[in-house]
T-cell receptor, first 113, second 114 residues
Framework: DSGVTQTPKHLITATGQRVTLRCSPR?????VYWYQQSLDQGLQFLIQ???????AKGNILERFSAQQFPDLHSELNLSSLELGDSALYFC????????????FGEGSRLTVL | DQQVKQNSPSLSVQEGRISILNCDYT??????FLWYKKYPAEGPTFLIS?????DKNEDGRFTVFLNKSAKHLSLHIVPSQPGDSAVYFC?????????????FGTGTSLTVIP
């Protein structure tokens, strides 16, 4: 158990809909990262937050947004969903902004029909 | 642009033999490298890391080698065990500054044959 909790584990929705994925980092970790893993693809970095502030942005679509709340949990919002958004979405946390390794949650599997 | 590459999608090894997983990177600013293991339906779990000031780091059966001039790292597992069968991802980051990203390769699926 990495200590990182992601909900929901599975989500099935239709094109055009909006979903929210939630992540609770390890106790005390200030950094939260979001990654997308599509079929047979590596982990694509989406966005990073540190103590409530956005710190780095990767290949995140404009239809996607995220935030980190004062209690340090984070949410990834995906809107106007397309079939190609079907993927595993991982959240990871680390203690500092740029030290140590990432600890991953078990992921949220999104299926868009 | 894939800054971290794992060119072997899969690898099969006999139990007890050595498994060697390879990874190449393109960004010379990377100074911290990691290997993660992933089982199906689970998140990646941290395995071992190496800083760019070293060329080798060992942890039990796992050793990571870094060749900075070739921009290449490898993970050696000796001896390989059936429980090592998983997908292995290498990752790299540049620790300078704040908000550094981790770049991951596409993974190598290791099968250890009993």
């Amino acid at each position: 158990d990495s200590g990182v909790t992601q909900t929901p584990k599975h989500l099935i929705t239709a094109t055009g809909q909006r979903v929210t994925l939630r992540c609770s980092p390890r106790s005390g970790d200030l950094s939260v990262y979001w990654y997308q893993q599509s079929l047979d693809q590596g982990l694509q970095f989406l966005i990073q937050y540190y103590n409530g502030e956005e710190r780095a942005k990767g290949n995140i679509l404009e239809r996607f947004s995220a935030q980190q709340f004062p209690d340090l949990h984070s949410e990834l919002n995906l809107s106007s969903l397309e079939l190609g958004d079907s993927a595993l979405y991982f959240c990871a946390s680390r203690g500092g902004a740029n030290t140590g390794e990432l600890f991953f949650g078990e992921g949220s599997r999104l299926t868009v029909l | 642009d894939q800054q971290v590459k794992q060119n072997s999608p899969s690898l099969s090894v006999q139990e007890g033999r050595i498994s060697i997983l390879n990874c190449d990177y393109t960004n010379s600013m990377f100074d911290y490298f990691l290997w993660y293991k992933k089982y199906p339906a689970e998140g990646p779990t941290f395995l071992i890391s190496i800083s760019s000031i070293k060329d080798k780091n060992e942890d039990g059966r796992f050793t990571v080698f870094l060749n900075k001039s070739a921009k290449h790292l490898s993970l050696h597992i000796v001896p390989s065990q059936p429980g090592d069968s998983a997908v292995y991802f290498c990752a790299a980051s540049a620790r300078a500054g704040t908000g550094n990203q981790f770049y991951f390769g596409t993974g190598t699926s290791l099968t250890v044959i009993p």
